[in-house]
């Protein structure tokens, strides 16, 4: 039996469905594609059961007050578990805390060319301008260069705070 070809929803490009789900298939086989359907059937699955995560958590802390020490015995029993759960927990902290020095970082580089555009309006002289624009540049720069090496030098040390 022929498979008909059809049209991708997303790319619009033309693909052979899969001969064991041509009936369903919507998207071809590109992983972006496939990347767009999961994102929006996910959406469509949310939207249609809303309460499913607040009835999920009850049921949960029901079973919790039956087991009380359950992860406290997991955890002994499965010290990998602990190592790579550590790990994550540590790595995760990390992320959001160099996620804030890059904000104060681009807060900082957003005030300097700011100051950078508000001196040109004090002095008369050209050269004296440009010359004290090439200043402001250099210093922006230069501090930018800092703070990218001093992260790299916290980094390899674990000195970041």
């Known amino acids: 039996m022929q498979i008909a070809k059809r049209r991708c929803e997303f790319c619009h490009k033309w693909f052979t469905p ?3 789900t041509y009936r369903q298939q ?3 086989p590109n992983a972006e594609c496939r990347k767009k359907r ?4 996910k959406r ?3 939207l249609n059961n809303p309460g499913y995560n607040r009835d999920r ?3 949960i802390r029901v079973w919790a007050k039956e087991y009380p020490d ?3 015995k997991y955890r002994q029993e499965h010290p990998d578990y602990v190592k790579k759960d550590n790990k994550r927990r540590h790595t995760s902290h990390k992320k959001g805390k160099n996620a804030a020095k890059q904000d104060l970082l681009s807060k900082i580089s957003v005030e300097r060319l700011k100051s950078t555009q508000e001196s040109g309006s004090d002095y008369a002289a ?4 440009l010359q004290r624009r090439q200043n402001i540049i250099i210093n922006y720069l230069l501090g930018k260069d800092f703070a990218a090496k001093q992260d790299v030098i916290d980094n390899l040390t674990g000195n970041s705070q």
């Open 57 to 59: 958590l009850q049921k």
């Open 26 to 28: 919507k998207c071809c």
């Open 126 to 129: 050209k050269q004296d301008l």
């Open 18 to 20: 899969y001969h064991g």
């Open 44 to 46: 469509t699955w949310w």
């Open 70 to 72: 359950y992860w406290q």
């Open 38 to 41: 999961k994102v929006r059937t």
